[in-house]
């Protein structure tokens, strides 16, 4: 049947009346007043693809707030530095807080594997976000303030505060993972191109300030020695003032949570997200009365023979044996401990050798490398365990390279070539960009397996991290080079 009236009124209703059908909740039946109005499902495509987009956009942005914070703080240290009475000290005393703060999601993994259901996810995760744009907030005003401890004066609100956002940062990888198990697949590969992003748009807002912009000029000293006058010519650095201080910045690490905070809000309560969910349409996970029976019959028989198919393991789903859940376990502690903190704790001794250029080039590239990574898993999920293997071993290769760069730093191999500079740049990039694929697909592989073992993803990262903290923290101290300053790194072009 169709409807009789002008062709401009026709187009009217049925513009508004599938503008209702594809944003609004659902609808058993059509109004009485058009009962000979009939939608094709087809008609919602375009709709349903810009709430997918905006579903995606939500993700991102919600992973963008996992680790803003703790990343954003790295990138301004040569700004806050200076003005400090810790100096170069502060990132070792960062490590630790940081590595104390997993006392977050040691409590959340263990209330969840003895205590299950006693905690609300959705309500940590509030209190979390919150803490985090709190304490970024009251960093813009407290960060310089100093007290005396011991009759040492000692930054005591910055590193105060630096410990709930470490707490906020490490405890959002066992609450924000289980938390996308109530959306589609498809979106927790959206929400792993976020916490790239978290260290992406930090050093990009830092380059914009000016963060770390120094020249060197040349100074000439008179040294006095038993009556002798001689002079002594050395390069001296001189940081360049920044374009906005670091308070600014850190009000933007506050927003940045804030956006966060609007992102989770809305994956919560926004109907086009409620009708993304897996179990959107059956709440309860049971068909409704009257569907299991209209099931194709060909359909019927395989759910049959697939109930009769033994599980594996008691693990998730039971789709994988134990051996290769440790497996997949020990390649992501694996992972994230190389690119979380063994690698980053060498990155300036083995890209420094080969100039500035090189060194701010790779920091960027691997920054770009991350988000990157995330997208060629949205294309190419493969879930090959074999395959993933020999993506570890490939970037543990490069990975072992660039290690043995820095353990040669002064003097590297091709340090005057400009093929050292290629190269070294080139391993940061397909080191980052081959572990972080290999982190994405496992986490897609433990999200079918089921919220706990997102749970247990969580700690795992935490976990490689930890350990990978703990081996690297008391080598990178106690090198014979007690100091990078104290290196002869080469000059540029245009720095003397």
């Not at 959705?122 to 005003?141: P, R």
């Not at 390649?331 to 990155?347: E, K, Y």
């Not at 592989?445 to 903290?469: K, N, T, Y």
């Not at 703990?470 to 104290?486: A, G, R």
Request: charged share 10%.
């Amino acid at each position: 049947m169709e409807l009789k009236s002008p062709g401009p009124l026709r187009g009217i209703l049925q513009c508004i009346g599938l503008w209702l059908l594809c944003t609004a909740e659902p609808l058993t039946e059509l109004p009485a007043v058009y009962p000979t109005i009939h939608f094709q499902a087809h008609q919602c495509s375009v709709p349903r693809f810009t709430m997918s987009l905006f579903i995606h956009i939500l993700a991102c942005l919600f992973g963008m707030g996992s680790w803003v914070s703790i990343n954003g703080l790295w990138v301004e240290l040569p700004l806050i530095v200076p003005q400090i009475p810790e100096g170069w000290y502060l990132p070792s005393y960062l490590s630790v807080l940081i590595q104390m703060a997993n006392v977050g999601p040691l409590f959340i993994t263990l209330m969840h594997r003895f205590r299950p259901g006693a905690l609300n996810e959705t309500v940590v995760i509030y209190v979390i976000i919150s803490l985090g744009m709190v304490a970024s907030f009251l960093l813009a005003f407290f960060w310089k303030e100093t007290l005396l401890v011991a009759g040492v004066p000692r930054s005591v609100a910055l590193l105060l505060l630096t410990f709930f956002l470490s707490t906020v940062d490490c405890t959002s990888s066992v609450t924000f993972l289980p938390f996308m198990m109530r959306l589609k697949p498809q979106y927790l590969t959206t929400y792993f191109v976020g916490e790239g992003v978290s260290g992406l748009i930090p050093a990009l807002v830092a380059l914009i300030q000016g963060v770390g912009v120094v020249h060197c000029n040349n100074c000439t000293r008179m040294i006095n020695d038993t009556g002798s006058v001689s002079l002594s010519y050395e390069l001296q650095a001189h940081y360049q003032p920044a374009n906005f201080s670091a308070g600014v910045f850190f009000f933007f690490l506050s927003a940045m949570m804030l956006v966060c905070l609007g992102a989770f809000i809305l994956l919560n309560y926004h109907p086009a997200v409620a009708r993304e969910r897996p179990n959107a349409r059956y709440p309860n996970g049971v068909l409704e009365k009257g569907e299991a029976a209209q099931m194709n019959p060909t359909e019927q028989k395989a759910m049959i023979k697939q109930s009769d198919i033994k599980p594996k393991s008691c693990f998730g789903t039971g789709t994988y044996s134990r051996i290769q859940v440790l497996y997949m376990f020990f390649i992501l502690a694996w992972v994230n401990g190389l690119t979380n903190v063994v690698l980053p704790s060498v990155q300036s001794y083995s890209c420094l050798p080969y100039g500035n250029s090189a060194y701010h080039l790779s920091a960027t590239m691997a920054a770009v490398s991350n988000p990157l990574a995330c997208f060629i898993a949205m294309f190419f999920p493969t879930r090959s365990l074999l395959l993933l293997g020999a993506l570890t071993l490939f970037g543990s290769g490069i990975g072992a390279y660039i290690i043995g760069m820095a353990v040669l730093s002064p003097c590297p191999l091709l340090v005057n070539e400009t093929s050292g500079t290629f190269l070294i740049v080139g391993s940061w990039i397909f080191f980052i960009l081959t572990l972080s694929y290999v982190k994405v697909i496992i986490g897609v592989i433990l999200r079918d397996e089921g919220h706990s073992a997102l749970v247990w993803c969580g700690a795992v990262v935490q976990l490689g991290s930890f350990m990978g903290a703990v081996t690297m923290f008391p080598l990178v101290c106690t090198s014979n080079e007690s100091c990078l300053t104290e290196r002869s790194w080469p000059l540029e072009d245009g720095q003397n």
